[in-house]
């Protein structure tokens, strides 16, 4: 927080003080200010952008779950499917989205898809990497007491998967908001996006970054939640985190 705030510092000390125009770079206070202004129209736009994260990161979240269960019963899958989905991350979003826009029209779908699209890797690589890193002793006790394949994958292999799904869980949910923002940028209606795009053409950058700081709060707030969901679905980490600290503290 604190290079944060000695960051903002020395921007509105240059802002200020060296001639540059507003119309290229505002002071941050002006920055706070017109978002003060137009908070309203800010969250109206704000609402659709949101919507369309969390639907297409819903999305995104049950594929990844239902295609890396698939990869781990069936390895000649992940051969086959791996290569096809790293080309997929290779396409740059900037060219894809107004493709997928042209395609699936001006409405919510082109931006689900667009959000999944973008988050949707980093999820079924870390759950796949997870169910791998089960200890083969767990598996084979199991299997010695009767347990099946689906039961060794529910007791064993999940709860081994879970820090590696919230480590890419994290790193989808900050692509997220981006991938939503860039399929409206593509076309929407209504949407941060296009909100900054028709800022930037009014010539109005000190708007376009109030937008840009309401994304980030938007991507922040995320985040968080995603912190706090792992500390609830894995309870046992937290605790073993304070023995240990206990432990060398003694």
Avoid at 58 to 64: G, I, M, P
Avoid at 183 to 198: D, F, P, S, T
Wanted: include cysteine.
């Amino acid at each position: 927080m604190i290079s944060v705030g000695l960051l903002l510092l020395a921007w509105e000390l240059y802002a200020t003080y060296s001639g540059i125009r507003p119309t290229t770079l505002p002071a941050p206070s002006r920055v706070f200010e017109q978002a003060l202004l137009n908070r309203q129209a800010l969250a109206d736009n704000a609402i659709p952008t949101i919507g369309a994260t969390l639907l297409g990161f819903a999305c995104s979240l049950s594929a990844a779950f239902v295609l890396s269960m698939m990869v781990d019963f069936f390895q000649p899958l992940r051969r086959a499917l791996f290569p096809v989905l790293i080309v997929s991350q290779t396409l740059p979003l900037v060219a894809i989205a107004p493709l997928v826009v042209l395609w699936f029209g001006f409405g919510l779908a082109p931006k689900i898809m667009l959000v999944a699209l973008v988050t949707f890797f980093p999820m079924l690589v870390a759950l796949v990497e997870g169910y791998e890193s089960t200890e083969a002793e767990i598996g084979q006790m199991l299997r010695a007491m009767g347990a099946g394949r689906w039961r060794i994958f529910v007791l064993a292999r999940l709860p081994s998967a879970l820090p590696y799904f919230f480590a890419g869980l994290r790193i989808s949910i900050t692509y997220a908001v981006v991938g939503a923002i860039f399929a409206e940028y593509a076309g929407a209606a209504k949407g941060l996006g296009i909100y900054m795009l028709n800022a930037k053409n009014n010539f109005r950058p000190d708007l376009v970054l109030a937008a840009v700081g309401v994304s980030a709060a938007l991507t922040l707030v995320l985040f968080g939640l995603t912190v706090l969901l792992q500390r609830l679905a894995m309870p046992w980490e937290r605790a073993g985190k304070e023995t240990a600290g206990k432990g060398a503290w003694r």
